[in-house]
């Protein structure tokens, strides 16, 4: 058994009937390079059957400690079956992004079965123009955003033809739940080191109390963190060896995006060309995470102004860093921290707003360097294992409906990914749409995953705070194209004017 994280058990923690903590990828696939020109259920069984060694998040469910006395534990599944995780499911006539879309939002409005293991996978039949799509929903208790990709690379393959996998010399064999008594015991055993785990993360928390989300605008967190780094950097060890830097100090404007949200989800998606986004990347030395926060703030501002309901003050984002080192790879779970920052919703200038961006992104990139990356995972710690889902509930539910400032706006993630083709029991990988998660207080996601030459937006939001999300894509096309005027006519040569690209 292995006993999941205070960080992965948030994830749990915050799924409410409304609020889910499960994420996905849209694949869209051209089956014409398969075997027989098509991909079907058979061959996708097939593929994660030969593989599903290599994927311990796919054959493992959760086991609870009774009375929640510690942390669940992650379990090999002894009934397990792969049939039951993977679905086929059709569009009817004409099979367009509308129709898928509102498709995926439908499956991804609906929870896991915590009684197996936490993954589905839809094949979905119809697209036009003969495309396929295979949906991959799993709960991100089991995974973050690089383990995720990790998943991927298992499954996908560099050539048409797969390769070759090395299959275990013994299968794996599943386990049978351990009984309540047996859990029960282990509880209260674990109870001991709970203390031990507190104390352990009181001065990495304490020292940077102020740096985690709307700590701030309590009263004294910034005191208290001052003292109690103080106190750190008189004992030894690398507590005390950092410049304290000063926490960012901007709360976040009340917009429609961070109420309560319903239990629906809306989505759009579609690709960019990567080519225009690094000319203007060039042009502006910046980087291209900076071009697609002020590709993001460009349309949001847009898109509140057509409905009167722009802030004075900049929005925040959050944006989730990956602090997974070269050791930790492939031991899947939770190794993520997380950046916020103000966007340039503010800014009139289409410039001065790629500059801001860069600006505010150098600067939150400082403060986290000088944050241990374990904060998230030790804070986690102060919530003892029973409370954990009512206190995660009653925090998200307080940060939606309190009259105090939000703490963010929206969550914004850029995923740098592969250049070259890839392919999926034969068929070619066309594009890979993030399909994220939203919560209470935070009701927007926008994420970014690059691959080969474009880059594949994701946009799921509240279906009650957002009455259309297609408006926001074709938003982020028209702050691209405004963003390419601003190209030298040399560099602006090379790069035709941005267009959705068709994929």
Same mark, same amino acid.
């Given at each position: @058994?292995?006993?999941?994280?205070?960080?992965?058990?948030?994830?749990?923690?915050?799924?409410?009937?409304?609020?889910?903590?499960?994420?996905?990828g849209?694949?869209?696939?051209?089956?014409?390079?398969?075997?027989?020109?098509?991909?079907?259920?058979?061959?996708?069984?097939?593929?994660?059957g030969?593989?599903?060694?290599?994927?311990?998040?796919?054959?493992?469910?959760?086991?609870?400690?009774?009375?929640?006395?510690?942390?669940?534990?992650?379990?090999?599944?002894e009934?397990? *079956?792969?049939?039951?995780?993977?679905?086929?499911?059709?569009?009817?006539?004409?099979?367009?992004?509308?129709?898928?879309?509102?498709?995926?939002?439908?499956? @991804?409005?609906?929870?896991?079965? +915590?009684?197996?293991?936490?993954?589905?996978l839809?094949?979905?039949?119809?697209?036009?123009?003969? +495309?396929?799509?295979?949906?991959?929903?799993?709960?991100?208790?089991?995974?973050?955003?690089?383990?995720?990709?990790?998943?991927? =690379?298992?499954?996908?393959?560099?050539?048409p033809?797969?390769?070759?996998?090395?299959?275990?010399?013994?299968?794996?064999a599943?386990?049978?739940?351990?009984?309540?008594l047996?859990?029960?015991?282990?509880?209260?055993?674990? @109870?001991p080191?709970?203390?031990? +785990?507190?104390?352990?993360?009181?001065?990495?928390?304490?020292?940077h109390? *102020?740096?985690?989300?709307g700590?701030?605008?309590?009263?004294?967190?910034?005191?208290?963190?001052?003292?109690?780094?103080?106190?750190?950097?008189?004992?030894?060890?690398?507590?005390?060896?950092?410049?304290?830097?000063?926490?960012?100090?901007?709360?976040?404007?009340?917009?429609?995006?961070?109420?309560?949200?319903?239990?629906?989800?809306?989505l759009?998606?579609?690709?960019?060309?990567?080519?225009?986004?690094?000319?203007?990347?060039?042009?502006?030395?910046?980087?291209?995470?900076?071009?697609?926060?002020?590709?993001?703030?460009?349309?949001?501002?847009a898109?509140?102004?057509?409905?009167?309901?722009?802030?004075?003050?900049?929005?925040?984002?959050?944006?989730?860093?990956? %602090?997974?080192?070269?050791?930790?790879?492939?031991?899947?779970?939770?190794?993520?921290?997380?950046?916020?920052?103000?966007?340039?919703?503010?800014?009139?200038?289409?410039?001065?707003?790629?500059?801001?961006?860069?600006?505010?992104?150098?600067?939150?990139?400082?403060?986290?360097?000088?944050?241990?990356?374990?904060?998230?995972?030790d804070?986690?710690?102060?919530?003892?294992?029973?409370?954990?889902?009512?206190?995660?509930?009653?925090?998200?539910?307080?940060?939606?409906?309190?009259?105090?400032?939000p703490?963010?706006?929206?969550?914004?993630?850029? %995923?740098?990914?592969?250049?070259?083709?890839?392919?999926?029991?034969?068929?070619?990988l @066309?594009?890979?749409?993030? %399909?994220?998660?939203? %919560?209470?207080? =935070?009701?927007?996601?926008?994420?970014?995953?690059?691959?080969?030459d474009?880059? *594949?937006?994701?946009?799921?939001g509240?279906?009650?705070?957002?009455?259309?999300?297609w408006?926001?894509?074709?938003?982020m096309?028209?702050?691209?194209?405004?963003?390419?005027?601003?190209?030298?006519?040399?560099?602006?040569?090379?790069?035709?004017?941005?267009?959705?690209?068709?994929?």
């Open positions: @058994m292995r006993q999941l994280t205070s960080l992965d058990a948030q994830f749990l923690a915050i799924e409410t009937p409304r609020a889910f903590g499960h994420v996905g849209l694949a869209v696939y051209d089956p014409t390079s398969a075997p027989g020109g098509e991909l079907t259920e058979r061959d996708i069984c097939r593929l994660i030969e593989r599903i060694h290599l994927l311990p998040p796919f054959t493992q469910k959760l086991v609870s400690v009774p009375l929640g006395l510690d942390l669940p534990y992650w379990i090999e599944d009934d397990f *079956d792969l049939d039951f995780h993977i679905r086929e499911i059709g569009l009817a006539p004409p099979g367009d992004d509308r129709q898928l879309a509102d498709q995926v939002a439908r499956i @991804m409005s609906r929870p896991l079965d +915590r009684s197996r293991p936490l993954w589905e839809y094949l979905i039949r119809g697209l036009e123009g003969g +495309r396929d799509a295979l949906l991959t929903k799993i709960h991100h208790s089991a995974v973050d955003g690089v383990s995720g990709n990790e998943i991927l =690379a298992v499954l996908l393959d560099l050539h033809e797969g390769r070759e996998i090395e299959r275990p010399e013994r299968p794996s599943g386990q049978s739940p351990p009984s309540d047996s859990l029960l015991a282990r509880g209260l055993l674990g @109870m080191r709970h203390p031990l +785990r507190l104390v352990g993360a009181l001065p990495t928390t304490f020292s109390l *102020d740096t985690l989300p700590v701030a605008s309590i009263p004294g967190a910034r005191l208290l963190r001052r003292a109690a780094h103080s106190v750190a950097g008189a004992l030894p060890g690398p507590l005390g060896n950092h410049e304290l830097l000063e926490a960012p100090t901007r709360l976040a404007p009340r917009t429609r995006f961070n109420g309560p949200i319903s239990a629906h989800r809306r759009s998606f579609g690709s960019l060309p990567l080519d225009t986004v690094k000319a203007i990347k060039n042009e502006l030395d910046v980087t291209v995470n900076d071009v697609v926060v002020a590709l993001c703030a460009s349309m949001l501002r898109w509140l102004q057509e409905r009167d309901e722009l802030p004075d003050d900049p929005l925040v984002a959050m944006v989730p860093v990956s %602090v997974r080192t070269e050791e930790e790879k492939g031991t899947f779970g939770n190794r993520i921290g997380a950046m916020f920052v103000p966007i340039s919703t503010d800014e009139p200038d289409p410039r001065r707003r790629i500059e801001r961006a860069h600006e505010v992104m150098r600067a939150a990139k400082e403060r986290y360097r000088a944050t241990p990356a374990d904060l998230l995972q804070a986690t710690q102060f919530v003892p294992p029973a409370l954990m889902s009512r206190a995660s509930r009653v925090t998200t539910g307080l940060l939606a409906r309190a009259p105090l400032p703490v963010l706006n929206l969550v914004i993630s850029n %995923v740098p990914g592969p250049r070259e083709p890839l392919y999926c029991a034969g068929a070619q @066309m594009a890979y749409y993030p %399909v994220s998660t939203i %919560v209470d207080g =935070a009701g927007l996601n926008i994420t970014v995953l690059s691959y080969r474009h880059m *594949d937006v994701g946009i799921i509240d279906r009650d705070q957002l009455d259309d999300a408006p926001m894509l074709d938003g096309r028209a702050a691209l194209e405004e963003f390419h005027g601003l190209l030298s006519s040399e560099a602006a040569a090379g790069v035709p004017a941005p267009e959705l690209v068709s994929i």
